[in-house]
């Protein structure tokens, strides 16, 4: 990068920071964006390869989604450069030596992203007295296994749904990627009475318009099996999920999974983005022109950050739930609402509600622009 401010904009970022420790093999970049709001909670990737701008884009997003979820959180996002697979004495002593370098780094506050999980947060904790994601043990919230985001999904597509004129009771659903967040969120809609019609994951689609069961989907996944092996349904590729007709289609597995090449495959009213970036900006016009209301990742998904939030400050799993139910709610209504009057796709009308929010944060800081 011959520029190195070449990233820098009205609300960022605030520093970037290069990590080299040779003993412990560690090479790691921590991005802290914007801490108006409040100290920046974002996740560790530990990857092969992540360049300095992709982490920088995941800090930004969570600027955005700390700030539209009312969180007392800023936004950042680091980067351990290694295979999440090593030995774990290994990686153990990468992810300690890693709390190390950023115990002074006091308006960063991290949590558990690709390749890392609760314990490597544990090790933090025991390092540096701070990270979220926790394990249960030593006063985390689990948020994978109590279902956190999929919770949020849930009640974003409660709301959403009057937007299309949709009932929940009988809404078919098909949802991509069967993992943390898709299973549960099936799971909650499901207790609402809407109808699994399809769900994938990498191996496959399994599809029946009479309804899954997702209670017998889950047990079976937690067996490490694949949806295709399942003895019902019709077996289909996993990219037949996005022709499946439905009443709500719900990403939650990988990024660009709709792109302007395969967008008008969708045979759905609304879409609720559970994977982050699962839509290109040319697919969401083209949704938001086909009449498809769509929800954007960083309104729909902020159920696991806001968890985690809840988690740092001592609150409980209810009160988790109860901040979830609220602040998901509340703004997947203001955005469509928005989005409704302007014309603009939700995701602008998103963008724009965080953005009001997060200048408003700036405004009470000492450093502040006229
Ligand atoms: P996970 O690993 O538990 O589950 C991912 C699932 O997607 C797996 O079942 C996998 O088989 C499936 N999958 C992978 N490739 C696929 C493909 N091509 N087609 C269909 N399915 C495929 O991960 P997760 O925690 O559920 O996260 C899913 C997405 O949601 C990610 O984009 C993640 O960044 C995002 N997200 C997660 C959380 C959270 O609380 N875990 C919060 C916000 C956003």
Redesign the pocket.
Known sequence: MDNLFELADAYGPARIIHIHNPAADLRAIVVVDNVACGPAVGGIRMAPDVSVEECFRLARAMTFKNAAAGLPHGGGKSVIFGDPKIAADRKEQMIRAFADAIRDTLDYIPGPD?GTDELCMGWIKDEIGRAVGLPAAVGGIP??EIG??GFGLAACVDVARKFVGLELKGARVAV???????KHAARFLAEKGALLVAA???AGTLADPGGLDVGELMAWKAQGRALRDFSRGQKLP?DA?IDIACDVWIP????DVLRADNVGRLNTKLVVQ???IPCTPEAERTMHERGIVSVPDFIA?A??VICASIEYRGGTQRAAFDYIDERIRANTRLVLERSRKSGEVPRQAALALAGERLRAAMQTRRWRAA
């Open positions: 690709m948020l994978d956190a985001t991509q990627g069967f993992g943390a967040v898709g994938s994951d990498s996993a999920i939650a597995a990988r990024p559970g994977a982050n998904n159920g696991g």
